[in-house]
T-cell receptor, first 110, second 114 residues
Framework: GENVEQHPSTLSVQEGDSAVIKCTYSDSASNYFPWYKQELGKGPQLIIDIRSNVGEKKDQRIAVTLNKTAKHFSLHITETQPEDSAVYFCAAMGNTPLVFGKGTRLSVIA | KAGVTQTPRYLIKTRGQQVTLSCSPISGHRSVSWYQQTPGQGLQFLFEYFSETQRNKGNFPGRFSGRQFSNSRSEMNVSTLELGDSALYLC?????????????FGPGTRLLVL
């Protein structure tokens, strides 16, 4: 079945700097890759997703890139703000339900 | 549009008891998926229901079961609770037309088994 690895597990950045979180997946049939943000006491909230017919997608300060050949995808957050502090999860879906990475705890230091 | 709602938000049970959790999807959504979230294992898929039928099942023991009603609301049940069942249980809904649609999560039910 699908296996998703996510790195790093924790990430601290200064406010205004960029943050990058990377994920790899194992199932070449996967073709949908969402990213979720989870704040304390809340459920995961979708922040951006990408499908395999697209290599990059951007939404304001957030971007996701996908390399299907290498089976990895990344989340980029630019101009980080304190409210970006949260746990971020990547996930992959192909012929199976969503499989999540273990999460990255992002801390943005003011 | 109201989001996914889950009740109760917090629950404390003792080993051997059973528990039922409820999830109301976004209006118009017909698919509900359940996940278990723990610090050690992360987010793990339990099962998915679409139009009152279980469409997919994760790798969990038979003590975990679910159902979906005609109004798309879903319940999950855990029987003979074990300490390791302590977790945040999340449900997510989609319109259900195809697998690869955005899943919208509820706030979760935090279950503590003593």
């Amino acid at each position: 079945g699908e296996n998703v690895e996510q790195h790093p597990s924790t990430l601290s950045v200064q406010e205004g700097d960029s943050a990058v979180i990377k994920c790899t997946y194992s199932d070449s049939a996967s073709n949908y890759f969402p990213w979720y943000k989870q704040e304390l006491g809340k459920g995961p909230q979708l922040i951006i997703d990408i499908r395999s017919n697209v290599g990059e997608k951007k939404d304001q300060r957030i971007a996701v890139t996908l390399n299907k050949t290498a089976k990895h995808f990344s989340l980029h957050i630019t101009e980080t703000q304190p409210e970006d502090s949260a746990v971020y999860f990547c996930a992959a879906m192909g012929n199976t339900p969503l499989v999540f990475g273990k999460g990255t705890r992002l801390s943005v230091i003011a | 549009k109201a989001g996914v709602t889950q009740t109760p938000r917090y629950l404390i049970k003792t080993r051997g008891q059973q528990v039922t959790l409820s999830c109301s999807p976004i209006s118009g959504h017909r698919s509900v998926s359940w996940y278990q979230q723990t610090p050690g294992q992360g987010l793990q898929f339990l099962f998915e229901y679409f139009s009152e039928t279980q469409r997919n099942k994760g790798n969990f023991p038979g003590r975990f079961s679910g159902r979906q009603f005609s109004n798309s609301r879903s319940e999950m049940n855990v029987s003979t609770l074990e300490l390791g069942d302590s977790a945040l249980y999340l449900c997510a809904s989609t319109s259900g037309g195809a697998y690869k649609e955005t899943q919208y999560f509820g706030p979760g039910t935090r279950l503590l088994v003593l």
